[in-house]
């Protein structure tokens, strides 16, 4: 079976194929245009995904969107019915572009469709499973796992926004729903919106703000009680109502009412770019301490429903990764697998999947030593050729190596020497996590590394945190991690005998001065709390990155490194050998390897372009 996968029309449109069950091609169309969450239809990516499966869309058994649009269409009928007469300026605004668009997904996919190439419509079948069906197919087919819990987490898709299901062979039951407008994506996402930052991607920043936040302020134990008294009603299986007279995003523009929000916590909706508060990060803390605490009651509802030893996560909220390893933690489960593509492009990887197990009924293989992501390197490579018309075109030196080896000594010994390197290797990475094949690296030893990667070379608020990759069989020397975390998906505390001594006054101190204080041998890798994101490197899905960092220990007896994804700020990360050259001239990178490409800054001609970053890309 030869499956085309889609979800477009939200946010982080992708397109993904399989071949019989087996994960051929997947990736963003934001990679390939260049913007951010692009919500078009992406006919870049499946473009790609048919050219790198060598198939023609006429060859096709089925192409898949993610989602019922129809039945989406009427959850937002029935809100605003249900809601009037509020809501009526979001009703004018979102209904024609359902009338004009969506209401008619089939033509629109066809006249998308044949921008790629001449078919045969009438031949070609369209499926639509549900929303949180292909956020479960897309984490359960691909688990090592022959029978999983699975849980969906995300802000909604066309009326759950929570699912608890059960996944058997090649079947997926779903057992519970949580639906709209309760939700615990669009709750988190109404803490970003009120904290500033910009709902749909700057989650990720209040879970990095989070651990700013002082655990044992009067303030942080009252915004809790205020969460879960005024806002949600939680109930011990993990279901939540909440009480909508503080919330907007049912049938308004925005995601809360400002005005009963400031009233409730003292201070109103912080200004985007504005200077963070200590009260900032408590609410912070509070709000994730209470997500924490709800993902936990799911989990354990999910056990008990199911009896299974195994979970599978899916869905925007499986992202929040220091949840995620407080459920590892836990020890509710046995083993757990996390969708690195957890979000909504990963919906048309898992409406693919559905497609061949459940429509088609095609048998399901389970490699019970590995998950079926390949590393999630599932998007384009580029060739020798493609990467010398680059530097041809930007009269760029470089030098090539016949022996990787030697390149990847002599890129660790930069690293070492406190350099900053962007590394693009092979296959590009499928989801929001650079993995060593589109990244930009240094020194985790390295005091000054964290501030000089914020401000120098992603320009991007200074609290944010990076990720370390460490060498998958040294995990335990550095963290206290039971599992290995391939995916970048999981947030553990650093070894005990790594930690340094924090001054009494510690949380006394300004914020920023907090940020620089020692904290372990691995400063640039270690949160403010203690904990690192961590993705263990394996040598079988990944041989460059694990020799590079291999080549860092033997230098210096430390097997890990600083790795955050290739881009600056509000920049998709790169695809293109072009993209990653134009980004290490546009930043203070000192050298840029591009497979077996070395550039070094110094060596390049003066980048007289006109063009600026801040100004092609929209701040996230």
Known sequence: ??????????????????????????????????????????????KYC?????????????????????????????????????????????IPVWLKEKMFIKRLIHEELAKIEPYNKKKVKLLFPEHHLSHAASAFYPSPFEDAAIITMDGVGEWATTSICKGTGNQIKILQELKFPHSIGLLYSAFTYFLGFKVNSGEYKLMGLAPYGNPKATEVATFIDIIKTSLIDLKEDGSLWLNQSYFNYATGLRMVKDTKWEKLFGFPRRDSESQLAQKHCNLAYAIQAVTEEIVIKIAKEAKRLTGSKNLCLAGGVALNCVANGKLLKANIFENVFIQPAAGDAGGALGAALAANHLYFEQHRTVDQTKDGMKGSYLGPAYSDKEIELTARKYKANFQKFDNFQQLAKLTAEHIADGKVIGWFQDRMEFGPRALGNRSILGDARNEEMQKKLNLKIKYRESFRPFAPSVLAEDRAAYFDLAEASPYMLLVAPIAQERKATLPQNYFDLPLMDRLYINRSDIPAATHIDFSARIQTVHTATNPQYWELIQQFKQLTGYGVIINTSFNVRGEPIVCTPEDAYRCFMRTEMDYLVINAYLFIKTEQPEWTKTDNWQEEFVLD
């Open 50 to 94: 048919l050219a790198e499966a060598g198939f023609s869309i006429d060859e096709l058994d089925a192409i898949v969107f993610y989602d019922k649009p129809l039945l989406k269409f009427e959850r937002l009928l029935e809100t605003y019915y249900g809601f009037a007469p509020k809501g009526i300026s979001s009703f004018m605004t979102a």
């Open 1 to 46: 079976m030869k499956i085309l996968g889609i979800s477009a029309f939200y946010h982080d449109s992708a397109a993904a194929i399989t071949h019989n069950g087996d994960i051929i091609a997947a990736a963003q169309e934001e990679r390939f245009t260049r913007k951010k969450q692009d919500a078009s239809f992406p006919v870049h990516a499946a």
